[in-house]
């Protein structure tokens, strides 16, 4: 088995004339280690499809596989667990606390889980991402780049499976954009973290191992770029 493998996934919102399609009949594998664009038109289901991958939104029906896990197979409570250590999302907004600084922004889903952060680990993590001397800052002291740097951080820093990203340069500019990118596929390759990362921009996909393109709920091409 794969280490993410996705089943006939289906998501319907509503019932009978007004039903929506979000994903229609869904199947697609990812190997450990691999970094995945998901692109396509708005409404194709992009998110929806992160959302349930990510634990945060159930199917209407078939199945997520994560590591030999059946994801929907769990309970709540385990489902809760699940989404804190073994996902890793990443929003196109932040989704900071903006009463805490850098560093506790990054550490706060490990305090959550009632597991203390690794000082050592920490200052390694703040200096992979370029936030050494902006440690202290709140976010409302950081710029946008920095933000979405200590947004993955917090994502990266409790060692997840799987690291889900929803347009996370979608708010930046080229530059910053180009760094966020540089320094996902630095992640991927030196943690072998697997990856999916939404985006509209053709650049950031032809960047990923695979690009997965979706239209009307359905996958209409899956292609390697051969980076």
Same mark, same amino acid.
């Given at each position: 088995m794969e280490f993410l493998q996705i089943e006939h996934l289906s998501k319907?919102?509503?019932?009978?004339?007004?039903?929506?399609? *979000?994903?229609?009949?869904?199947?697609f594998t990812?190997?450990?280690g691999q970094m995945c664009a998901v692109i396509g038109p708005s409404g194709s289901g992009k998110s929806t499809l992160l959302h349930i991958l990510g634990g945060v939104d159930k199917p209407t029906s078939g199945k997520v596989w994560l590591d030999g896990q059946d994801v929907y197979a769990q309970s709540a409570k385990?489902?809760?667990?699940f989404r804190r250590r073994q996902v890793g999302l990443i929003y196109q907004?932040?989704?900071?606390?903006p009463v805490l600084n850098a560093e506790e922004n990054i550490t706060l889903p490990l305090i959550m889980d009632g597991r203390k952060p690794d000082r050592d680990e920490l200052l390694k993590m703040l200096d992979l991402l370029g936030l050494i001397e902006r440690r202290r800052h709140l976010p409302s002291q950081l710029s946008g780049g920095?933000?979405?740097r200590v947004s993955i951080g917090r994502?990266?820093?409790?060692?997840p499976a799987v690291i889900l990203a929803d347009e996370p340069t979608g708010n930046l500019d080229s530059q910053n954009?180009?760094?966020?990118? *540089?320094?996902?596929?630095?992640?991927n390759r030196e943690f072998e973290q697997t990856m999916l990362i939404i985006t509209h921009d053709e650049n950031i996909a032809l960047q990923c191992d695979r690009i997965l393109a979706l239209a009307d709920g359905k996958i209409v091409?899956?292609?390697?770029?051969?980076v």
């Open positions: 319907i919102y509503g019932k009978g004339d007004t039903a929506v399609h *979000a994903l229609n009949d869904i199947s990812v190997p450990r385990r489902l809760a667990i907004f932040y989704n900071l606390i920095q933000q979405q994502a990266l820093f409790s060692s954009s180009a760094e966020i990118i *540089a320094l996902l596929r630095k992640s091409s899956d292609s390697m770029t051969g």
